[in-house]
Nanobody, 117 residues
Framework: QVQLVESGGGLVQAGDSLRLSCTAS????????MGWFRQAPGKEREFVAK???????YYADSAKGRFTISRDNAKGTMYLQMDSLKPEDTAVYSC???????????WGQGTQVTVSS
């Protein structure tokens, strides 16, 4: 298992950028597929982006062209670069780990991102 800790959230204005980090404990980070999810107030959690252990990436439509997911296996860290932020991006962003074909079953505590108009 891995323990996940997010950081990098904050309060920004529309159009600004933020980079979120998700740091994992343990030595097996590289074998996990990793993902970012977010949950806005009063809404269900939604998928944002995923990066496989191979480095392949996939994005929700809301993130395409504005967000970039990446990972540094040597540092045990995954990133989410968010550009051109919009007020509707306001949410708690959480990272999650997936091993093999199992679902995402290990989660961080989340980091708040607030985008003002």
């Amino acid at each position: 298992q891995v323990q996940l800790v997010e950081s990098g959230g904050g309060l920004v204005q529309a159009g600004d950028s933020l980079r979120l980090s998700c740091t994992a404990s343990g030595r097996t980070f590289s074998i996990y597929h990793m993902g970012w999810f977010r949950q806005a107030p009063g809404k269900e959690r939604e998928f944002v982006a995923k990066i496989w252990s191979t480095g392949q990436t996939y994005y929700a439509d809301s993130a395409k062209g504005r967000f970039t997911i990446s990972r540094d296996n040597a540092k045990g860290t995954m990133y989410l670069q968010m550009d051109s932020l919009k007020p509707e991006d306001t949410a708690v962003y959480s990272c999650a780990a997936q091993r093999g074909s199992a679902g995402f079953n290990q989660w961080g505590q989340g980091t708040q991102v607030t985008v003002s108009s």
